[in-house]
């Protein structure tokens, strides 16, 4: 009887945390505009308008599908540029950036600050709208 007691709450426990990682995985979420290491690293690639930086690993699959998502919008989207990091070789900026995935994508205004951050592969409707609303802060025309 306990032996069934502690499978059933074993299920539900993970039941509720897979829940919670897929509600949250790929989700685009504010964060609090801030001045980042990561403006220095990207001194002279940053784009006029905005900048998505994804940060990858070799062996990550989202993080192709991501990759090919983010050129997509920025190829449509005048002055946003995207800029791929490797994680593994920049351990330093993934922990100043508290990077715990890949893909992390990140949304830059145009002089470096970070307004949005998206874990996980962000839907092609979600990063637009991320963009748009980076754009709208830093006083650039819309998409």
Same mark, same amino acid.
């Given at each position: 009887m #306990?032996?069934?007691?502690? @499978?059933?709450?074993?299920? &539900?426990?993970?039941? #509720?945390?897979?829940?919670?990682?897929? %509600?949250?995985?790929?989700?685009? %979420?504010?964060?609090?505009?801030?001045?980042?290491?990561l403006?220095?690293? =990207?001194?002279?690639?940053?784009g006029?308008?905005? $900048?998505?930086?994804q940060?990858?690993?070799?062996?990550?699959?989202?993080?192709r599908? $991501? *990759?090919?998502?983010?050129?997509? &919008?920025?190829?449509?989207?005048?002055?946003v540029?995207? @800029?791929?990091?490797?994680?593994?070789?920049?351990?330093?900026?993934?922990?100043?950036?508290?990077? *715990?995935? $890949?893909? $992390?994508?990140?949304? =830059?205004g145009?002089?470096?600050?970070?307004?949005?951050r998206?874990?996980?592969?962000? %839907?092609k @409707?979600? &990063?637009? +709208? +991320?963009l748009?609303?980076?754009?709208?802060?830093?006083?650039?025309?819309? #998409?």
């Amino acid at each position: 009887m #306990i032996g069934a007691l502690v @499978v059933v709450v074993v299920l &539900v426990a993970c039941g #509720i945390g897979g829940l919670i990682f897929r %509600r949250r995985y790929g989700r685009v %979420r504010k964060t609090d505009e801030q001045q980042t290491p990561l403006a220095e690293y =990207l001194r002279g690639r940053l784009g006029s308008n905005a $900048t998505v930086v994804q940060f990858s690993s070799a062996f990550c699959q989202p993080c192709r599908a $991501t *990759r090919r998502v983010l050129e997509e &919008v920025t190829v449509m989207v005048p002055g946003v540029s995207h @800029v791929e990091i490797d994680a593994e070789e920049n351990l330093e900026l993934v922990r100043a950036l508290d990077v *715990r995935r $890949t893909p $992390t994508v990140l949304f =830059l205004g145009p002089s470096g600050e970070v307004h949005h951050r998206a874990s996980g592969q962000p %839907r092609k @409707v979600d &990063v637009i +709208a +991320a963009l748009g609303r980076v754009m709208d802060a830093s006083g650039d025309v819309s #998409i």
